[in-house]
């Protein structure tokens, strides 16, 4: 299994493809785009290994070796069936490398754009001292969601993986333009998650925080006079 941060997944099974049997799987579960994904199975296809490429759908925490993960590959049914066996949660979407990651690139889009529209709505209610009422405001709109929960849990996750969050998000918008598509939301969202993650750096702060800590300073840092 291939976990590193996502530069390094083609140096990583580049550096693996002489080691593999014949019989071994190449399994890369890093969040990148399809294409990153075909680099390593060129990589891995220049030894004696398979490649199965994954994609991570859940934060691992709350599920540990139970996290929702889709695989694509030429073995990826045989792949699912024996990690399942083992306690995983695996599901094969298809036997072309890319499939899976496309799949979680493009939901990334949704999921970062929701939070990269929280830093900039909430750092300008802040600023017009209406967070509060913002926040009741869009709880009308939205009601099967708690969105001060969901605030507290999209700040904190810009506060300690912004720059894990801005990669995934370069390679999802990467993953758009190649299907020959224009990729501005996502571009801005990097460029929103990138600056709120630097503004937060080095401010005292903790992940336990919660937006009634995070929206302040960012609302003070991220201003153009900053």
Request: charged share 20%.
């Amino acid at each position: 299994l291939s976990l590193v941060v996502g530069a390094a997944t083609k140096a990583v099974a580049a550096s693996a493809a002489p080691h593999l049997s014949d019989e071994a799987v190449f399994i890369d579960l890093n969040s990148v785009g399809p294409d990153t994904k075909a680099l390593a199975a060129g990589a891995i296809a220049t030894g004696k290994g398979s490649f199965v490429e994954g994609a991570v759908m859940a934060r691992v925490p709350p599920y540990a070796e139970k996290v929702p993960i889709l695989v694509a590959g030429r073995r990826a049914v045989e792949v699912a069936e024996r990690l399942n066996a083992l306690g995983m949660n695996l599901e094969a979407v298809g036997e072309t490398p890319g499939q899976a990651s496309s799949l979680k690139m493009i939901r990334s889009v949704m999921i970062k754009g929701v939070e990269a529209l929280l830093i900039e709505a909430l750092s300008s209610a802040e600023r017009a001292g209406v967070t509060e009422r913002i926040l009741d405001s869009v709880q009308e709109t939205f009601p099967g969601l708690d969105w001060r929960n969901v605030a507290d849990y999209y700040l904190s996750r810009t506060f300690e993986h912004g720059a894990r969050r801005v990669s995934e998000m370069t390679e999802a918008a990467e993953t758009i333009e190649s299907f020959g598509l224009n990729a501005p939301m996502s571009r801005a969202a990097c460029e929103t998650i990138a600056a709120a993650h630097a503004a937060m750096k080095d401010q005292g702060l903790s992940v336990n925080d919660g937006y009634r800590g995070f929206v302040p300073v960012l609302a003070r840092r991220l201003a153009k006079d900053s």
